[in-house]
């Protein structure tokens, strides 16, 4: 069974910048495409960014690109969330998953205030 930790989140003004880290329990890590996916009060779950399991491939929802970056370290199994020029909008709970779904963390919760 794979067991995902969030951390990383917080408070932080807009423009500012928080990294996300995502730990796994075990290698079974290292054999899955992962995501990050947040929900914002009030509304629905929604894919924000995918990389693949070498992490040669990444995919980024348009509101994020340029902003945030996916990367990750299958020796450590951790998957990372560099997140930059934060906004309001990017306020939720940050989940990290295996992009299939079957596997999702408990979150970590990031404010966006000034």
């Known amino acids: 069974d794979l067991q995902l930790v969030e951390s990383g989140g917080g408070l932080v003004q807009p423009g500012g910048s928080l990294r996300l880290t995502c730990e796994a329990s075990?290698?079974?890590?290292?054999?899955?495409?992962m995501s990050w996916v947040r929900q914002a009060p009030g509304k629905g779950v929604e894919r924000i960014s995918t990389?693949?399991?070498?992490?040669?491939?990444?995919w980024y929802l348009d509101s994020v690109k340029g902003r945030f970056t996916i990367s990750r370290d299958n020796p450590k199994n951790t998957l990372y969330l560099q997140m930059s020029s934060l906004r309001t909008d990017d306020s939720g709970v940050y989940y990290c998953?295996?992009?299939?779904?079957?596997?999702r963390g408990q979150g970590t919760q990031v404010t966006v205030s000034s």
């Open positions: 075990t290698f079974i890590f290292r054999d899955k495409a």
């Open positions: 998953g295996t992009a299939g779904g079957t596997y």
């Open positions: 990389i693949s399991r070498g992490g040669d491939n990444t």
